[in-house]
Every structure is written in structure tokens, then in C-alpha cells.
């Protein structure tokens, strides 16, 4: 598609960054990617998607479903920064997600 570059977006679910009583922590937070033709886009775009699977029923198996993420009561996770990559970026961010993660155990 002409026009379209890919960028890196950060993801941050509100208030788990700590509170008055419990003091700071490292909030919950993810990256992703959006095919977008800008910035503006993709921010869009990431907190429609993040929307989305914050109302979807949550699926850890095969017809294994659990209440939402909004249904229990957390938040909405938003877009906070949004980056422009190349496609090797990109690229390397895809194989990287693609990989099978090692448990510690087994």
C-alpha cells in the first residue's frame, strides 16, 4: 500500500503505576505494531484495536472463555507514544513474537 509505514506503539493500562498507599510500580504496558499512513493513524488505530480486545471475552483455550478484561473491572489500556520503524524493525519485532518462549520449568 502506498504511503503506509510501520510504527511501534506503547500501550499502558491507567492506574498500575501505583497509588498513594502502595507507592509507584512499573505500570502494565506492552508494544505493538500499526500498518498506518501516520502517526495520528496508528494512534487511532492501536487504541481502537486495544479497545476492542478490552471488550472481547478473554480466551486462555480452545472454548475456554473467561469474563473481559472491562468486565473485571480493569481499564482500558491507551496508546502513549508511537514511534515510525523501518520494515526491518519491524521485521525483527514480528519474529521475535513469532518465537516460542521457554518456561523456566518443565
Not at 15 to 39: F, H, I, K, L, V
Not at 82 to 92: F, G, P, R
Amino acid at each position: 500500500m502506498a504511503g503506509m509505514k510501520w510504527y511501534k506503539v506503547w500501550l499502558v493500562v491507567p492506574g498500575t503505576d501505583g497509588d498513594a498507599e502502595n507507592g509507584p510500580c512499573e505500570p502494565e504496558w506492552w508494544n505493538d505494531m500499526e500498518q498506518a499512513p501516520d502517526e495520528e493513524t496508528a494512534v487511532r488505530q492501536a487504541n481502537d484495536k486495544a479497545r476492542r480486545q478490552w471488550e472481547e471475552p478473554n480466551q486462555y483455550e480452545p472454548g475456554a472463555e473467561a469474563p473481559s478484561d472491562r468486565e473485571m473491572g480493569q481499564e482500558c489500556p491507551v496508546c502513549t507514544g508511537v514511534a515510525e520503524v523501518t520494515d526491518e524493525e519491524y521485521a525483527e519485532w514480528k519474529r521475535e513474537m513469532e518465537e516460542p518462549v521457554e518456561l523456566p520449568f518443565g
